[in-house]
């Protein structure tokens, strides 16, 4: 079982994985750092979209080899978004990641149903690992960037996809927390219900391969100590794995909250694309960067 | 300026304030611990309702002192809170706290119409000050209990609450981050568009005394770094004091994430009510109940 993000990039890293990484709108220095590292420790290839020149002079900046790099040409944003993609697409690539193109654009090229990534009636989501001194294991959460509100098939395609991405770092069956601000299922709080229904498609095997309870509150999730006095009998028992939250509004301000007054750190990726999609914000850090290439050549190596 | 809840109960216990705090069922030992020391330090004289035997037994337990008490014998939970309640309210007592009395029961009383605190057509909203070891200053956030989906009128009653409890621990002017997913206003996220409308309004000065500024991500609100990244023109520059959250699913994660992983101390209270009202949940630390009287007096006492 995989408990930090380092041990899950060393894990790729000794397993001979090698997988192959279209970026788009390559230029960014974080990024080139990022993959850089990658292709040096052996388990990527980069093929770095974007103008020539800009890439070469970020290389030189950055004190990046661009021999270690395909190099592609591309105009502008949209063009090398594309591209990206539909290397990805035709197998050229195993890996579509955003450089320094904006997100939307690099979404729609994704969702494009003609030439994008996304199977027809696949729901998108996104699922990190996030690594927090203050516990003693990973936290896998869901949805910290893509669905707003999601409904009750949105909730269950999102909890599906952080149960397979918590079984590749070896949790066999993951503990799933549904969160809510209690554990009162209540008409006030119309996600409870959903929760509610979650619970029993987990007990019929319709959400397989977990341990899933909810509505819970963090603490009754991730708090040993606050199961006992509150005396609530949740399978659970303060050991999540995985944390699914009931809208963006929520997830988001928690998982930044972690990583600014936690000391967190991270690896995401998109999930329901039918390969894996890196996408990032332009101020992430390049280990985050690294950590996000490694879990995406991670989940694009064969299933085990 | 107060930066710290030590800071807050010292200031609390050096001023002079001295205040009448009314308990309902108050026989917990953490209620006990916390209010003995509140009596001892001269800020607060307690009125302990519930059964004589079982508080005097706590005291034992505890090590606490009874001739500190007032003792009020009450027979059962709902009349402990009515009495509570109702002492307040005819100036008896200045502030309501909840001992181990259920929540339920406890805002009932609270709120109603004939014989409660809660004035007609006020929003009762919850206020907090988190102290975090990664913050340079407290953080004030709301709301984390009472409001399950805020309109705009509570959001606007919401913001008024929390810039009074801040600008009573001396920030004059509070910055106060609107917190969303993004900085981006938009028809998915329609608390965006609430938000839009309350910045006009502090501009006008109908929310006055405050620096406004939403939506806004975490790292926009409390990070400087990530506003010189994202090149974002705000005025909260990432040194917000007040986090007002869309949502009680989304506020109340994101406390119970820094108590749990970012080693958060808190003081809340109903906000809105005539008299301060203490409310915690029963698993709350004796310290963290000592902060909520230390508030309660610190609010109760004249305006400055």
Redesign the interface.
Known sequence: MITNLRQMADTVRSSGIKKRIAVAWAQDPNTIGSLHRAVKEGFAEAIMIGRHEQILATCKETGADPQCFTLVESPDEKSAAELAVSLTRDSEADVAMKGLVGTDKFLRAVMDREKGLLPPKTVMSYACAVE?P??HKLLFITDT?VI?FPDLDQKVAMARYAVEMARRFGIEKPRVAL????EKVSD??P?TLDYQEMCRMAERGQIPDCIMDGPV???LA??PE?VR??GVDTPLAGDADI?L??????C???Y?????????ELAGMICGTSKPVVLMS??ESELSKYYCVALACLMASQKT
């Open positions: 927090i203050a516990y960037a707003p969160i809510g601000a209690s006030h709080f996600n509150d963090l603490f991730c708090d606050s006095i509150k944390l939250f009931p809208s963006l509004e929520s988001n301000p928690f930044k909250g972690l990583m600014l007054f936690g000391g967190g332009r101020s």
